[in-house]
């Protein structure tokens, strides 16, 4: 028992003097965690307003512990001392009056020679020796004079706004405002950077929203100081920061897709608001709020038609538009693009054939933006045609499209599926599919070819057999 006692001392004993000999204090257990945590090497104004902030875990007294840079080592001498995580490590004339944070200076008036505005290496160790961390900083790294700090956000360092005993937060706060705002998603700051607002979406110029979305980005920043969050990627391909959007607690990028003046927009690798983004903007589309808010005035009865059982199924809205589709008993007769903010029923004529002679439909009332066409779908009536002529433009009746469709606006297309002067038509059968109208006229027509009449002549108004 006094052997095995003897033992256990000897080994003891050894293990102390293993740790005096390589530098090992007694209390290192306790001193494991101890980060470079942000740096302000070149503030606007004096140099004394620079400062190392170390995260510490757990919180401990540094005095006597040792900064370096790449010329000089010099101790830590305690100004204060503050029952908080954050150290403060600061150059002599640093006000630091308000800071919750340890302070600490050394005990030359500099640390080191004083942080080099073109980069440094920062070194903090213990008073045997021990390094805990080190960071090697340049000014590609920016922070360069501009009012910024570097800091440590997840393990990678970025430029942030100065928080001296506070947690880091990348971006600008108090620093700069917006100066002018370019869009609902993009606006430029008094530094003349322009920011884009991630995860979400609003209307490009010419696209329905679009003024209302920038207006209301215009009231909730403009000339306002903002706070920036970044998540992966720090800038787009048009080197505009890309950022998450703050007023004091305001959230500006949810607020903007809450009231529906947005679409959430998950663009990889930025989604870390993916899922709050998506549900707003399901919200606002139940809702009925902002540019989701495309009504309709009147009600189907003041369609001008003389078809039955018409309905007119809502699509969802892309790009600014939205997909209208009218069907007759279940049968899709018309499927076209609406960027309005109301669609007026009371305006619209849509009207076909009363006979079985041949299929036509016209269409007007319904007025589209310059890159927006509509589908019409017409019977097709008569085996031995298999084309139609379009007089796309605006028609009260159907005589007003000549016999051999050769009048001003008229064009005359196999129903093949080529693309003729931008129209498409398809034959499906029993109807007719055409694409690329805007104003709508069209027959199911052939034309009389000559068969050596010097004045041929066509069968009426309906579809002529080719001789």
């Known amino acids: 028992m006094k052997v095995r006692r003897l033992s256990v001392l000897f080994v003891i004993f050894i293990f102390f003097i293993f740790l005096n000999i390589f530098g090992y204090s007694e209390d290192f257990a306790d001193e494991s965690n101890i980060t470079i945590n942000e740096i302000m090497y070149n503030p606007r104004g004096s140099y004394t307003k620079e400062y190392i902030e170390l995260f510490l875990n757990p919180i401990i007294n540094l005095s006597g512990y040792k900064i370096r840079d790449n010329i000089e080592e010099d101790e830590l001498r305690l100004l204060k001392f503050s029952n908080s995580s954050y150290v403060l490590i600061i150059q002599s004339g640093f006000n630091y009056t308000g800071i919750n944070a340890s302070i600490y200076d050394t005990t030359d008036e500099d640390i080191g020679r004083g942080l080099n505005n073109n980069g440094d290496n920062i070194t903090i160790k213990n008073s045997s020796g021990y390094v805990f961390d080190s960071f090697n900083y340049s000014n590609q790294l920016i922070a360069n004079g501009n009012g910024m700090s570097l800091c440590r956000l997840n393990n990678s360092w970025y430029e942030c706004n100065p928080t001296p005993g506070a947690e880091n937060t ?133 369609i001008n038609t003389n078809m039955e059982n018409l309905t007119i199924i809502l699509g969802n809205l892309t790009n600014g538009t939205r997909t209208f589709i009218f069907m007759e008993n279940n049968e899709t007769i018309i499927i076209f693009n609406f960027s309005g903010h109301n669609l007026n029923l009371s305006n619209i004529t849509i009207r076909k054939q009363t006979s079985n002679d041949f299929g036509y439909m016209i269409i007007n009332g319904i007025n589209l933006t310059e890159n927006n066409t509509k589908t019409v779908y017409v019977d097709d009536l008569n085996q031995n045609v298999n084309s139609i002529c379009i007089k796309d433009s605006e028609i009260i009746s159907i005589d007003e499209i000549s016999a051999n469709c050769n009048n001003e606006n008229e064009i005359l297309i196999t129903c093949d599926g080529g693309n003729n002067n931008g129209y498409v038509c398809n034959d499906l059968g029993n109807k007719y599919e055409i694409m690329g109208l805007k104003h709508s006229g069209v027959i199911e027509r052939a034309v009389i070819t000559n068969t050596g009449d010097s004045n041929p002549t066509d069968s009426g108004g309906g579809p002529s057999i080719k001789k």
């Not at 500006?252 to 983004?277: D, H, M, Q």
Request: glycine share 6%; aromatic share 12%.
């Open 170 to 302: 990348e971006g600008i706060s108090g620093n700069y405002s917006v100066s002018r705002v370019i869009d609902g998603d993009t606006f430029v700051l008094s530094n003349n950077e322009r920011v884009r607002l991630i995860g979400i979406d609003t209307p490009e110029q010419g696209e329905y929203y679009y003024e209302e979305s920038k207006a209301r980005l215009t009231e909730l920043v403009n000339e306002k100081n903002v706070t920036l969050e970044r998540d992966i990627e720090n800038k787009d391909r048009y080197n505009r920061l890309l950022r998450y959007v703050y007023i004091n607690d305001s959230f500006v990028n949810l607020i903007l897709t809450e009231e529906g003046y947005a679409r959430s927009y998950p663009y990889e690798p930025n989604t870390k608001y993916r899922e709050l983004f998506d549900d707003a903007e399901n919200e606002a589309r139940e809702n009925g709020k902002g540019r989701w808010n495309i009504s309709f005035d009147g009600n189907l009865s003041e």
